[in-house]
């Protein structure tokens, strides 16, 4: 599980936040991404709205900054 924490506060289902949590991804969650959507970027927004137990549209809703800081966690799964 990785905690990322973001500068300012973010609106994630309709609370500001200061964080969120991402657990470990598996294989069905790359594979549950793969069937969600056409593009890459649309992918990988379903696989960490799914991985933070958000929804996508407030992973779309994201500042690009705090969107970074969501890879990052990612890639240090990877």
Sequence with gaps: MKEIKFDR???IGGTE???LQMREPTVE???TAEESGKTQARREVALFA????VSRDDIGRLPLKEYRQLQEAYEAFT
């Design 29 to 31: 969650d790359q594979l």
């Design 9 to 11: 506060p973010v609106t």
């Design 17 to 19: 936040v200061t964080m």
């Design 50 to 53: 799914n991985l933070c137990e």
